[in-house]
């Protein structure tokens, strides 16, 4: 048996924190059940960074689509800042007290796995970035993980179940226990060569046996022009200064006439390696880093109590807007009324925190991966990585 909940688990409210559950019980027995709105942010982020990304609202509204509520949110790849409301939930409390659990599970480790990879994306350019890390991670999340990590800003995915989700085909080279298997680096890329169909590219992994310059060499002579790649997945304990091994290899395959080959390196990548390599290597594999992300933590707290502000110490009350200038990117947080506002460049702000979901309707179109990718590539600009 997995260990892990059920679709149905989470629609019935069996997936929360049990204080949930006795305060429903205490609300009903009281006959309390006023009518609040509730908004979830975030007061800091992980790291120091100074943004994040904001994900998971797609399953969030799979959730909430189920119960008489109105939601407000930023749309899915929305770059945010602390303290700004990412969604708002207005409802009689029992009604989603028991779910605050996994709407909260939903978006806090999407968002962090979304900014992490936009955070490589960023430090990465026009390299390749490839999600390497369901293998770090229960099998179950696999598919969320890697649909948050290219929408994010991966350029692709390593699981099959990921690339059906994404609409793109997942992205691999060979294992070493293919190598180890068939018996050589040239031989195991020869049989892949024979075998897999022409539209994937050839890429030789090259640190199984030998030392990474020769068997750069020796697939590069055996395959010519039909080698796109090769990856350097060296060990730690014998990486040495990776930059210089990857310097060399270079000099030696261009020496020869083979500069079409590009490189590719995973294995243990930080964000502090990426501005370090990126002269030498055209792609990452990136995997714990991003499958690994700290998550946004979010709080989801009462701003408003039967139309009055209230909240606790510590939060704002009251119901908000978010505001963005579309001309310079400026950004307001202000009280939730019709009041309009105009920015200091002369552009009127535009609402980012949007109704989404009116109960269980839905008042937004639900993006394909690929276009909510796409945004996050283009807003990439604002994301501070101090």
Same mark, same amino acid.
């Given at each position: 048996?997995?260990?892990?909940?059920?679709?149905?688990?989470?629609?019935?409210?069996?997936?929360?924190?049990?204080?949930?559950?006795?305060?429903?019980?205490?609300?009903?027995?009281k006959?309390?059940?006023? +009518?609040?709105?509730?908004?979830?942010?975030?007061?800091?982020?992980?790291? *120091? @960074?100074?943004?994040?990304?904001?994900?998971? #609202?797609?399953?969030?509204m799979e959730?909430?689509?189920?119960?008489?509520?109105?939601?407000?949110?930023?749309?899915?790849?929305?770059?945010?800042?602390p303290?700004?409301?990412?969604?708002?939930?207005?409802?009689?409390?029992? =009604?989603? %007290?028991?779910y605050?659990?996994?709407? +909260?599970?939903?978006?806090?480790?999407?968002?962090?796995?979304?900014?992490?990879?936009?955070?490589?994306?960023?430090?990465?350019g026009?390299?390749?970035?490839?999600?390497?890390?369901?293998?770090?991670?229960?099998?179950?999340?696999?598919?969320?993980?890697?649909? *948050?990590?290219?929408?994010?800003?991966?350029?692709?995915?390593?699981?099959?179940?990921?690339?059906?989700?994404?609409?793109?085909?997942?992205?691999?080279?060979?294992?070493?226990?293919?190598?180890? %298997?068939?018996?050589?680096?040239?031989?195991?890329?020869?049989?892949?060569?024979?075998?897999?169909?022409?539209?994937?590219?050839?890429?030789?992994?090259?640190?199984?046996? +030998? =030392?990474?310059?020769?068997? &750069?060499?020796?697939?590069?002579?055996a395959?010519?022009?039909?080698?796109?790649?090769?990856?350097?997945?060296?060990?730690s304990?014998?990486?040495?200064?990776?930059?210089r091994?990857?310097?060399? &290899?270079?000099?030696?395959? !261009?020496?020869?006439?083979?500069?079409?080959?590009?490189?590719?390196?995973s294995?243990?990548?930080?964000?502090?390696?990426?501005?370090?390599?990126?002269?030498?290597?055209?792609? @990452?594999?990136?995997?714990?880093?991003?499958? !690994?992300?700290?998550?946004?933590?979010y709080?989801? =707290?009462?701003?408003?109590?039967?139309?009055?502000? +209230?909240?606790?110490?510590?939060?704002?009350?009251?119901?908000?807007?978010?505001l963005?200038?579309?001309? %310079?990117?400026?950004?307001?947080?202000v009280? *939730? !009324?019709?009041?309009?506002?105009?920015?200091? %460049?002369?552009?009127?702000?535009?609402?980012?925190?949007?109704?989404?979901?009116?109960?269980?309707?839905?008042?937004?179109?639900?993006?394909?991966?690929?276009?909510i990718?796409?945004?996050?590539?283009?807003?990439?600009?604002?994301?501070? #990585?101090?």
């Amino acid at each position: 048996m997995f260990h892990t909940a059920e679709p149905k688990d989470i629609i019935d409210g069996k997936i929360t924190d049990v204080y949930f559950e006795r305060t429903l019980k205490i609300l009903k027995a009281k006959g309390i059940n006023p +009518l609040v709105k509730a908004e979830f942010i975030a007061k800091s982020f992980p790291d *120091n @960074y100074q943004c994040g990304i904001f994900a998971g #609202l797609e399953e969030a509204m799979e959730l909430m689509k189920h119960l008489p509520i109105k939601v407000r949110a930023m749309k899915e790849g929305t770059i945010f800042y602390p303290y700004e409301p990412v969604m708002e939930i207005e409802g009689k409390y029992q =009604d989603f %007290c028991v779910y605050e659990t996994a709407i +909260l599970g939903l978006i806090c480790q999407a968002s962090g796995v979304a900014t992490k990879s936009a955070r490589f994306k960023k430090l990465a350019g026009d390299k390749l970035v490839i999600s390497f890390g369901a293998r770090r991670m229960h099998p179950i999340l696999a598919p969320m993980i890697e649909r *948050n990590a290219y929408i994010g800003g991966c350029d692709g995915v390593a699981v099959i179940k990921s690339g059906e989700i994404i609409g793109e085909d997942p992205m691999g080279t060979i294992p070493h226990a293919l190598i180890i %298997c068939v018996g050589t680096t040239v031989d195991a890329i020869k049989a892949y060569d024979e075998v897999i169909e022409p539209k994937f590219k050839r890429v030789a992994l090259i640190d199984t046996f +030998l =030392d990474e310059k020769f068997e &750069c060499l020796n697939v590069a002579e055996a395959m010519g022009k039909k080698l796109f790649a090769v990856r350097f997945d060296t060990p730690s304990s014998r990486r040495g200064d990776f930059y210089r091994i990857l310097e060399e &290899c270079r000099w030696e395959l !261009n020496l020869r006439g083979y500069e079409h080959i590009k490189f590719y390196v995973s294995g243990g990548i930080k964000e502090d390696d990426i501005p370090v390599l990126n002269p030498v290597v055209d792609g @990452y594999g990136i995997g714990t880093s991003i499958s !690994n992300a700290p998550v946004i933590d979010y709080a989801m =707290d009462i701003m408003e109590k039967d139309g009055k502000p +209230l909240a606790k110490r510590g939060k704002w009350s009251g119901s908000k807007r978010v505001l963005r200038c579309p001309a %310079c990117g400026a950004r307001k947080i202000v009280p *939730n !009324n019709s009041k309009k506002h105009k920015c200091s %460049c002369g552009k009127n702000f535009e609402d980012i925190l949007i109704p989404v979901l009116d109960n269980g309707k839905y008042l937004i179109k639900i993006e394909p991966p690929s276009k909510i990718r796409g945004g996050v590539i283009s807003s990439l600009k604002e994301l501070s #990585l101090e």
